[in-house]
Structure formats: C-alpha cells, structure tokens
C-alpha cells in the first residue's frame, strides 16, 4: 500500500511538472549565445615527458640485446695482407734549372785582323781533363811553353798510359779513393824510362798496377821538342 | 788493342772508375804544379776527333781535280780505317775551304758541330805535270800554337802517286797521334791469287787498291810471307819435286835461288832480323818444322815427334819463339815454343786449330779454329786472337762462313783474313778488319787466298 502510495506519488508528480515549457535548444527569442571553442586553443597544460632512457620509466620497451651467432673467419688469401711498407724518408730534390732554350746562332763577326792592346791569347792548356769510359783523366803541366806548344802530345802520353791501366789489377778492397803518383821520363824517341814511385798510396796493388801501366806502354811517340821531359803521373781509383 | 786487352778482366772492373792526373814537366826541378787551367772534354779517351778538309785546290790545270779526289778520298780513307779515329762526317764541316795556316778559323772547326779536335787540310795542285801537296795537321783545341805538322810533297802527276801521297802523309799523321806506332797506309798485303787452274802470287796495296801478280809460274804456289825488309817473298810452290820453297825478289823482280830439299816443303815464316826461315818440310818422312838462312842452306830440324808439324811463324818482338800447328795428339792444335825446340807449350784445348799469325809486339796470336770439329757440330772456322800470357782467347768473326789465314798489320790493330762466305775454296776472298773484329770489309772480290800482311 505505501510502495503504491510512492510510486503514485512519483508518478503523479511527474504529471504535473512535466509541461514546464521549453528549456533547452528552444528556438525562441530569449535563447543565450553558445560560443565554441576549438579544443586545441585550450590552455592545458602539456602533458609531461618522460625520461625515455629510463628502464622503469620509458614508454618504449627496451630492445633485447642482439646475440649474433659465431663465425670461423676464413683464412686470408696472400695477397690480401699488405706487406707494410718501409717508411722511407722522403728523398729531397735539389731544383732542376729549367734549361734555356735553345739560342738562335747568331751570325759571328770575324775577329778583327789587328791585335786589339790588352787582347788575350787563345786558352792556355796548361792542365786539362779527359773524360774516359769509366772515369775522368786529367792532365796538368808545369812546364807551360811545353804544355802550351805541344798539348796535344800531353794528351797523348795521357790517354795511352790511361789505356794501359788495368783497375782490376788494383785490389779494390784496398785501393779505392786512394791515388798514386808515378814519375817517369820520356826520351827523345818517346820512350818512357825510369819509372819510379813518387808518392805511395798505401796500397800495393794500386802502386803496382800504376807502375805497369806506365810500363807497359812501349813509347808514345817522339818528343816534339827537346831532350826529354819528366812525366808526374797521379791515378786515382775512385769507388763506383 | 784496348778493347782487345779489357775484355777478359774480371768482373769488378766496372765498379772502378779510373781517374787519372798527369803532372808534365821539363826537367826534374819543381814537381807540382802550381798553376794551370782546367778544361774538359767529354770525347772519349781512345779516339781522337779528326776532321780531314777538302784540299783546296792550288792550280787550274785540268788534271788537278781527278787527282784531288783520289787524293781527298784516299786520305780519308786511311784515316778512317786507321782504327784510332772518331772522324768526322764530311757534312759537319765548315763551308770553308782553308789551303793554308792563314786561311784557317780554327775556332770554327772546334765548335760543334764539327768539334774536331785535330783538323787536316792543305792545298792540292798540278803543275807542270808534277803535283804539288801542302798538308796540314792543327790541333783545334790549342788556339795559340796549333800547327802540330805540316808537310809538303811534290811528285810525278800520275793518279797512283796522287794516292800515294795520300798514304804518306795519313801515316805521318798517325804516327804523331797515336803515340808512336807508325801507320799502315804504305804497307802492302801479299795473296794467292786464283787465276784459272792454277793459283799465282799477287800483291795489292792495303786498302785492296792497285793488285797485280808478281809471279808467273803456271803453277799452283800457296802461302806468300815478305821478309821484314819487303825485298823478298817467301811461298811454297808445286813444281817437279813436289811442294817446294822458292824465292821471289821484289828488288831484282825475278826468283832467285833457295835450295831445294827432299819431301814436301811447306808454309815459310821469316824471323824478324830477316835471316832465318822456318818452314814445314817432311824430308825426313814426317813433316816437321825445320829453320833455314834464307837460301835454303845449313838447315836444322826444330821439331821431332809424330805427328804433322806445320805453319810456323816467329814471334816478331823477340825472334826467339816460335808458333805452330801440330797434330802431335791427332787434331791440329796451336802450339808455341822457343825456336830450339824447347819449352813446348800447347796453346789451343781442342777443335782444329789452322794458320796462326803472331801480333807485332809479341802479345798476341791470332789463328783459324773450328772449336767444335766434327760431324754435326755447331759453329764452323772463325778468327781467333790469343793472349798468350794467359791462354785467353775471344772470337773475331762468327757466322760469316769460312774464315782462314789470319795476318796481323804492321801496326797491330788490323787483322788480314780470307773468308768464304759459302765455304767453297774458288769463293774465297780477302777481308780486314780492326783487331777487335769490328769494321770489316772486303778488299778483294772471289779467287783471292792466303792474305800476308807486310812487316811495315
């Protein structure tokens, strides 16, 4: 009987209350202005990062370490090593001159037919070199009437006792970078005489293999002018 | 000769470089030098650069310029062939035409591209039938004294005495610059010359110029030698007796007498004083090698062994040994010993070993061998030349076919040889060479044999 009273009553106040007109979205003239906001213009707070590194705090699940399987690495092919290179200094070039190119031959003037005060005579050859096979030979004279007048012959006896020196007769072991010095005449006839050793080079083999040379040379023609001449005569054996 | 002497040393030669210093002075007072200038030249120590000229010709006689060609190309020639020049190419000399001392600008000829160090010039005429030669010799290097020789010939206008001056005045300038040894441009080589069936004796100037028989004996004669004097020929020839020596006189121009001996009489050797002859003779059955005077009297035998001995030839420096073939153990092999018969050394280790020729200074031996005698063995009869200190040897021509009769010139750089390129006897010819085996050439066409070369 109350439970019907309540439900009656509910019911009954719900009849009377329920055409209290229209509240809501009503088209009527009184209705208030709805504004709308975008959402995103909402002045909330950001949401807070977290630490990423983190184990515990990570949003990410951190990755399982990769265990890769073991592999026998196959033995090298030879030529696949390089063999290290010697370090080697760098070689220091001395500048090259650039060679001047080459002149154009200019027409000479004959020289004047009249001695000119203070002219000079052609060179002197009082010393000169000879460049042999395997070497250099030099001569040089004191005597400058004879070296001047007769160089030719200076070369000759040069160039011939240079012929007859055999450095192999010379122990090299010995004998390198050391000279020696021969004195001998020259006769009339051109025949060398009297070959002795003037200043040693410490060397047996070099003092000998000197002294041969000039012996055996059997003459080196007559003397252009004069008795004889006395003939100092220096080799020098020079390393390679 | 230097190239000859370097060959065989030994390998460590290389590594030296050889530098020499001469100190020239007159007297025996100061020994150092104490002033001087320096100067270098690249141009090698053996050969001399020469630059031989045109001679300017001095006369306007028709003759003169076939004469001066036969006299430039001579001179040229001789000394080209002389072994100890580098000469220059005729299209590198000056324009010039210097006759004389003062025509000359010798700094042209020293400056390239003629960079001669010597230059020879002069001036060539024909006069009143006789030809008129002035020669000269300047060192280009020497600008102040630069006259090294000059010479002046005067001689019948014929085309051979244009050649012969051409000689004469070549040896003169070899004789200055190759420092004493006298040039071979008047010697004379002496040959076989094959003339139908029979074979005579020739003789021809040393470049293959001038040849003309000396005998004519219609018969076959073999093995000229000239005495050292050139007034007799020595040769063996095929008369009545079999192989005998004869004797030919280039004074009298006839044959005079050697006596005749038993058995077979073979290949004569003057002794150089010109006295004695060795030669091959089998007139005690085996041939052996047997010294006689030089008509044929108070011989000796030097040799006695079994076996043929032939081809001796003195040792020209000392005339106290003697070179030869024997065939004492079977092949022929060279062999050397003192002309008593002593000290017998052999020289050559097999093969077949022919014709030796000793070198003028006596350090040399040069001889025919086939060092791989025999059926199917590789290599045929080549020039070889021997020292004999030291057994050495090297070989002059290869591949050039047969070559025999090796004769050294006077001078020692040459070597005179017959050579068959197809092997055949009747293609023989005769050839030279420097003694190094380099620059060889022909002197004479096929028919020509057995080559001897004058003692000067």
Redesign the interface.
């Known amino acids: 009987m109350l439970h019907g009273l309540i439900a009656a009553a509910i019911l009954g106040w719900a009849f009377l209350f329920h055409t209290r007109g229209h509240d809501w979205g009503e088209n009527a003239s009184n209705a208030g202005a709805i504004q709308a906001t975008m959402v995103s213009s909402l002045p909330l707070p950001p949401t807070q990062r977290t630490l990423d590194t983190g184990v515990l705090t990570s949003e990410a699940p951190s990755p399982a370490p990769v265990i890769t399987k073991e592999r026998t690495e196959p033995p090298p092919t030879p030529n696949e090593i390089a063999i290290p290179e010697k370090i080697t200094k760098p070689i220091k070039e001395a500048e090259k001159p650039t060679p001047a190119p080459p002149k154009h031959i200019q027409p000479v003037t004959p020289p004047p037919t009249k001695a000119v005060t203070g002219e000079t005579a052609g060179v002197r050859i009082a010393q000169s070199t000879l460049e042999l096979k395997n070497g250099t030979a030099s001569v040089s004279v004191e005597d400058r009437t004879f070296g001047q007048r007769f160089a030719y012959y200076v070369n000759i006896v040069n160039s011939k006792v240079a012929q007859n020196w055999y450095t192999a007769e010379a122990d090299p072991r010995t004998s390198i970078g050391k000279s020696t010095t021969i004195i001998f005449d020259i006769n009339r006839e051109g025949v060398p005489s009297n070959a002795r050793i003037e200043t040693p080079s410490g060397s047996p083999s070099l003092d000998l293999s000197a002294m041969r040379a000039v012996q055996r040379v059997d003459g080196f023609g007559p003397l252009p002018q004069g008795d004889h001449i006395t003939v100092e005569y220096t080799f020098h054996l020079h390393p390679q | 000769m ?1 190239r000859l ?2 060959t065989p ?2 390998r ?17 007072s ?17 050969n001399i650069r020469i630059a031989v000229a045109d001679f300017k010709p001095a006369s306007a006689d028709p003759q003169t310029s076939a004469f001066k060609h036969t006299f430039d190309s001579t001179l040229y020639a001789d000394l080209a062939n002389a072994g100890i020049f580098d000469i220059v190419s005729k299209s590198l000399l000056p324009q010039a035409t210097p006759g004389a001392p003062a025509e000359i ?1 010798i700094q042209q000829w020293a400056d390239a591209p003629t960079s001669a160090a ?1 230059v020879v010039f002069g001036n060539f005429g024909v006069q009143a039938n006789r030809i008129t030669c002035n020669g000269f010799l300047f ?1 280009a ?5 630069p006259q ?1 020789l000059a010479k002046q010939y005067n001689e019948d206008a014929t085309d051979d005495s244009a050649r012969q001056i051409a000689h004469r005045f070549a040896d003169e300038i070899i ?7 006298q040039g071979i441009a008047e010697s004379k080589i002496f040959y076989v010359k094959l003339t139908g069936a029979d074979k005579e004796i020739w003789q021809m100037d040393y470049d293959g110029a001038n040849q003309h028989p000396l005998t004519h004996l219609g018969t076959v004669s073999l093995s000229p030698r000239i005495s050292p004097d050139n007034s007799r020929l020595a040769f063996s020839s095929l008369g009545r007796d079999g192989f005998q020596i004869r004797m030919f006189s280039l004074v009298l121009n006839r044959m005079v007498n050697f006596s005749a001996a038993g058995g077979t009489n073979l290949s004569p050797a003057w002794s150089p004083n010109g006295k004695d002859l060795a030669y091959s003779s089998s007139r005690s059955g085996d041939p052996e090698i047997w010294i006689s005077d030089t008509s044929g009297g108070s011989s000796r035998r030097v040799t006695s062994f079994r076996g043929p001995d032939v081809s001796p030839v003195f040792n020209p420096r000392s005339g106290s040994q003697i070179a030869w073939i024997s065939g004492r153990t079977n092949l022929p092999q060279l062999y050397v010993m003192d002309t008593d018969g002593s000290n017998v050394q052999r020289m050559t280790d097999g093969g077949y070993a022919t014709s030796p020729s000793w070198s003028p ?1 006596g350090q040399f031996l040069t001889f025919a061998w086939d060092r791989k005698y025999g059926p199917g063995a590789p290599g045929g009869q080549d020039i070889y030349v021997m020292e004999i200190a030291t057994k050495r040897w090297i070989q002059l021509t290869h591949d050039g076919g047969r070559c025999d009769f090796p004769s050294w010139s006077p001078d020692g750089r040459h070597i005179v040889y017959a050579n068959s390129p197809d092997g055949r006897a009747t293609h023989m010819k005769i050839m030279t060479m420097l003694a190094d085996g380099t620059q060889k050439h022909e002197l004479t066409g096929a028919g020509a044999d057995m080559p001897n070369w004058s003692w000067k």
């Open positions: 230097l002497k370097r040393l030994p460590h030669a290389y590594l030296c470089r050889l530098g020499v210093l001469l100190l020239l002075l007159v007297g025996a100061a020994l150092h030098a104490q002033e001087g200038f320096k100067t270098e030249t690249s141009s090698g120590v053996s600008r010597m060192d290097k020497n600008l102040q004294y090294v004789f200055r610059l190759s420092g004493g040894s200074n």
